[in-house]
């Protein structure tokens, strides 16, 4: 007689934490094809006949285009300078070993313990002092800024995952430090910092809030601040708004596709040391 193999606690849990994540998903593409009417009437009807008016009609009337544009640029500027930044700052406090390294390491991690909330009315006033307001290079900065401590901490776990002695050899070479950084560390840490690029990227994405502060002209507008075009003082048109998110979900999907496996080894390679 054969037993039955039960499933593991391991495998029910991460198949209750998959509905739970994809069914946001699955709900914004659903309701994407869907008119407003059909979403307040019967919000969990099957949509047919589906809507696909809907995506054209919130392109157009989002000029997503645009938005998207823009918050392509933010992301590339946001992400290629939180790179440099956090790479440099992990390298030096896990390999160059600076005096006082461990209060330089309390100083990375204070901008993570500051709610953003208290950050607003400051970060307005100094940008509107220096000029910053309806510009993307200034939302940039304001992401490198609330980026840049996370990267730096997580891409300092992964650098104490290098071993010493390649480091030590190539010292021994005749390499620089600048050398080792560029030449040994960073290929090595390759994976560690697709992972990330991927996560700064996407919140970069995602970002609403400082958007909303900070950009005033519409055609300055990010992907998410344009969805605010599909709502008047009245009423929210939901079946564009769902259509725009479904439009706006695609670029990070497609990203994480491209640098899945790199983006998965950096993760889970970062947390063993070696």
């Known amino acids: 007689m054969t037993s039955v193999r039960r499933p593991r606690w391991s495998t029910v849990i991460l198949g209750m934490l998959a509905i ?23 919000p969990w009807d ?16 989002g000029q997503l285009g645009t938005a998207m544009a823009n918050s392509a640029a933010v992301t590339v500027m946001t992400v290629t300078v939180v790179l440099i930044v956090s790479i440099s700052g992990a390298y ?21 313990i500051i709610p953003t909330e208290v950050l607003i009315v400051p970060l307005f006033s100094i940008f509107r002092t220096l000029g910053l307001i309806n510009s993307l290079p200034g939302l940039a900065l304001t992401n490198v800024v609330a980026s840049v401590s996370f990267a730096t901490v997580i891409l300092a776990g992964y650098f104490r995952t290098i071993p010493q002695d390649v480091v030590d ?19 090595l840490a390759r994976p560690g910092i697709v992972a990330v690029a991927v996560l700064v990227a996407v919140f970069t994405w995602n970002d609403f809030g400082g958007a909303l502060v900070l950009l005033q002209k519409p055609d300055v507008f990010t992907a998410q601040l344009a969805l605010t075009r599909f709502s008047t003082l009245y009423a929210t048109d939901q079946g564009l708004t769902f259509a725009g998110m479904a439009i706006m979900i695609l670029p990070p999907f497609i ?5 899945q496996r790199s983006f998965i080894q950096g993760l889970t390679a970062g947390v063993v040391r070696r």
């Open 20 to 42: 739970l994540w994809l069914y946001p998903v699955v709900w914004t593409l659903t309701n994407a094809v869907r008119s407003s009417a059909d979403i307040y009437r019967a």
């Open 46 to 61: 099957v949509p047919w006949p589906p809507a696909i008016g809907n995506i054209g009609e919130a392109w157009s009337r």
């Open 92 to 112: 030096a406090l896990t390999r160059l070993r600076p005096p006082g390294r461990a209060v330089l390491f309390l100083l990375v991690l204070a901008p993570l």
């Open 169 to 187: 050899a190539a010292r021994v070479d005749g390499a620089g430090r600048l050398d080792v950084l560029v030449r040994i560390v960073v290929p």
């Open 255 to 259: 990203l994480f596709l491209v640098l």
